[in-house]
């Protein structure tokens, strides 16, 4: 059987996070996430949305049959505020009406943390404080609740980090956490483009790009 891995998705909460999308007529990557009613596109073009939720079945996405309303694509217009530069290989999660979005690149890697309120369609960059990590991008990045967690990424060509930091949206703190390697073996190495996924009360880190030598092609996975 055929699947179409950009139409893999897995569920969290209320909430439904794609994986990365390739916008074929655009030739961009984005970052997409929704929540029962509508579905955000987060990318290097401004933000779009759809109307009705997709309907799904499964963790393969196939679409069920019946009378449901197909979702319709739309761009949000009159946005306000601190617009994020265009960008790719970023993060966002979806906290109540708050999308927020950390990292990604664009002749440089971005550092600033935006958020966007759905409701009132208005960007803007939260006064955050604490151990402010450094930008970077193709990083893991898990909420729960009110915390996010972001592992890893590269934080300028060819240089990658195994930090873990810890975000308290509800405060704007950031906090560089230093948890404990695993007995008889090694702390997970710098990288990028791994999976980063949330269950429970524990963090399930798999897979990647490694890059330990001064080659900053030398990527092995």
Not at 37 to 55: D, K, M, Q, R, V
Not at 63 to 73: H, I, L, Y
Not at 139 to 152: D, K
Request: positive net charge.
């Amino acid at each position: 059987m055929h699947v179409d891995v950009s139409k893999l998705l897995f569920s969290c909460r209320l909430f439904y996070f794609h994986t990365i999308k390739i916008l074929q007529s655009e030739r961009c990557l984005f970052f997409s996430l929704s929540d029962p009613t509508s579905c955000f596109l987060l990318g290097p073009t401004p933000i779009f949305e759809t109307s009705t939720a997709p309907n799904f079945r499964g963790s393969l996405g196939v679409k069920m049959s019946g009378s449901v309303e197909e979702p319709q694509w739309r761009k949000v217009h009159s946005v306000t505020g601190v617009i994020p530069r265009s960008r790719h290989g970023h993060r966002a999660a979806a906290i109540r009406e708050l999308i927020i979005i950390f990292g990604g690149g664009n002749e440089g890697i971005a550092e600033d943390l935006h958020v966007y309120n759905t409701v009132s369609k208005q960007w803007f960059l939260p006064a955050v404080r604490g151990d402010i990590p450094p930008g970077c991008a193709a990083h893991g990045f898990v909420c729960e609740g009110t915390r996010i967690l972001v592992f890893g990424g590269m934080v300028e060509y060819g240089k990658y980090t195994n930090s873990l930091y810890e975000l308290q949206a509800n405060r704007w703190l950031w906090k560089k956490l230093k948890p404990r390697a695993p007995k008889n073996a090694s702390p997970p190495c710098p990288r990028i483009g791994h999976s980063f996924t949330l269950v429970g009360s524990k963090c399930y880190l798999f897979g990647g790009l490694a890059n330990d030598s001064e080659d900053p092609n030398g990527n092995v996975p």
